[in-house]
């Protein structure tokens, strides 16, 4: 092989280990170096025990090899919890580890591209944010009942074509999706005009598990409906169901009418079970909502809180890929009408079109699949991305203890390190040093290191616990005396001394009462 070519051809370390290791088997360093593509100077140099380009640097890195590791096994754990660090959170924690050793001179700019590349196990992400209630609810404990009661002998029993998931889902009718458009190279941003109307309308959608797809019922924001806002060219507006409300959202009468309406009709099954999957909204939860579903034989199986993201079908695989659709199609209309707001009948339209592409039996099956239930797999929504187990323990940035440090019988007079460097340097005045010092060195340095990564670690532990106290610690409700010829409020900046505040409460038939009946009151009046 070529040397041009040889140095072209890219190699990692372990490909060098194992090239080594097949000399020691017995293989000549030219075939090994012409199998793995690896320059002879390179095997010849590590047979005679020269060290790796990373190990020969690790004397002049800011933070120490097992100050990094610390830190990259934190940023994989905090990643397994939901609460991945940026950037800006990983440079800051390490400023801080050597804050702890005496070094308050700041990182390198491309400090922490050099640490990725050292650590390949971590990587940026394009992060995805997930409630925190779907982290702490959800556990598998309950994903593992939800199975159990699927596996109850009078649901395992239900054939697949009457096992139905039914959702509510919630669209802006004027929001786009905002992405990458094309303009002036002389501007870095380019501003499009869009209909951002914030109306809001929820749409029941149903779906069975062959990829059966039910009419759906659409829930506007207002007191009525007009008959101008369905287009003439959609015919199949005919068959769905359309309501309205106060805000937008369902109610326990709209969710009980889609069920006598809508579910019962179009799944008619004589002499048949049906079970209908749905979350524990409480419209759904109503006695008469589940007597009508008693009396028609239906099955309810409700999933458990907060769990949507991984075990409903409609939520996991379809609703995503049906307002993609949607976006899509109002940038389009968009550019027809010149940004005009898009009303209901804009909305429908992009509704019907973004319907007919996304609720296909492909995604509804695939929901169906991704969450396990059906075919009937437990391991699917534990497996889950999104699954975040918070029974994991604590994130800890030191991943063992540190090693026992080895007695000194002499001792070093220059001065107390407080870093692995430091050691090294006092050690390397008093000349060549034997394999038991060499060894003793290893392990003072790495208890000192470790150390810094303790001390760092109980001090996010204690900001965090004075944040926890500082949240639960009882305030009272302190109600500031508005002038009433004055739109705006200044606080007086003496309220701040709780001993210059006279605190007045007025009960409510305009006596006053002290300070000890301040807590069985829920108004207080400040009186400046």
């Not at 070529?2 to 190699?11: D, F, G, M, T, V």
């Not at 649901?155 to 786009?176: A, C, K, Q, S, V």
């Not at 905002?178 to 005009?193: D, F, I, P, Q, T």
Request: net charge positive; aromatic share 6%.
């Amino acid at each position: 092989m070529s040397k041009k070519r040889i140095r072209e051809h890219s190699y990692t370390e372990s490909d060098l280990l194992n090239a080594l290791n097949t000399i020691s088997s017995g293989t000549s360093i030219r075939k090994a170096a012409a199998d793995f593509g690896i320059p002879l100077s390179t095997l010849y140099g590590r047979l005679k025990g020269s060290t790796s380009a990373r190990e020969a640097k690790q004397h002049v890195q800011r933070l120490s090899p097992i100050q990094e590791s610390s830190l990259a096994d934190w940023v994989l754990t905090q990643d397994k919890l939901g609460l991945s660090p940026t950037h800006a959170q990983i440079r800051d924690l390490a400023q801080r580890i050597l804050a702890t050793a005496g070094d308050h001179q700041p990182l390198g700019r491309h400090w922490i591209t050099n640490f990725f590349n050292r650590y390949p196990s971590i990587k940026t992400l394009k992060g995805k944010r997930i409630e925190n209630s779907r982290v702490k609810r959800v556990t598998t404990k309950s994903i593992k009942l939800l199975f159990e009661r699927l596996n109850l002998p009078a649901i395992r029993d239900i054939l697949p074509e009457h096992r139905y998931n039914m959702d509510e889902t919630g669209i802006m009718e004027g929001f786009g999706i905002n992405g990458l458009v094309v303009g002036s190279s002389e501007k870095s941003v380019a501003y499009v005009r869009s209909p951002q109307t914030r109306t809001w309308t929820s749409i029941i959608e149903c779906i069975s598990a062959t990829g059966k797809i039910l009419q759906p019922a659409i829930i506007f924001r207002g007191k009525g409906l007009d008959q101008s806002i369905f287009p003439s060219d959609r015919p199949e507006l005919r068959s769905w169901h359309f309501a309205t409300s106060k805000r937008g959202w369902t109610s326990n009468a709209l969710a009980l009418e889609w069920l006598q309406k809508v579910f019962l009709p179009q799944t008619a099954a004589p002499g048949q079970r049906r079970l209908l999957i749905l979350d524990g909204h409480r419209s759904h939860a109503t006695t008469d909502f589940m007597w009508e579903c008693y009396s028609h034989n239906v099955h309810l199986l409700y999933l458990p809180p907060h769990s949507s993201h991984i075990t409903q079908p409609l939520d996991v695989a379809v609703f995503s890929a049906l307002k993609a659709a949607y976006r899509r199609l109002l940038g389009n209309l968009a550019l027809l009408c010149d940004a005009t707001p898009i009303g209901k009948r804009g909305f429908l339209r992009c509704y019907c079109q973004a319907r007919i592409e996304a609720l296909i039996p492909r995604n509804i099956l695939s929901g169906w699949r991704a969450t396990g239930l059906w075919p009937v797999n437990v391991q699917k929504p534990l497996r889950n991305p999104l699954f975040l187990n918070e029974d994991e323990p604590t994130a800890n940035i030191l991943a063992s203890e540190p090693s026992t440090v080895i007695s000194i019988q002499h001792q070093i007079d220059i001065f107390t390190p407080v870093r692995s460097t430091q050691v090294q340097q006092q050690f390397q005045i008093r000349g060549r040093q034997s394999i038991r010092s060499r060894l003793l060195i290893r392990k003072i340095g790495k208890s000192l290191d470790s150390k810094d990564v303790i001390i760092t670690q109980q001090q996010q532990r204690i900001q965090a616990l004075e944040l926890e106290v500082e949240n639960i610690r009882p305030k009272k409700r302190v109600k500031v005396a508005k002038d009433p010829n004055e739109c705006f409020i200044q606080i007086w900046e003496g309220s701040q001394d709780q001993g210059d505040v006279a605190v007045d409460v007025e009960t409510d038939d305009g006596s006053e009462t002290s300070d000890n009946d301040v807590e069985e009151l829920s108004c207080i009046v400040v009186k400046i």
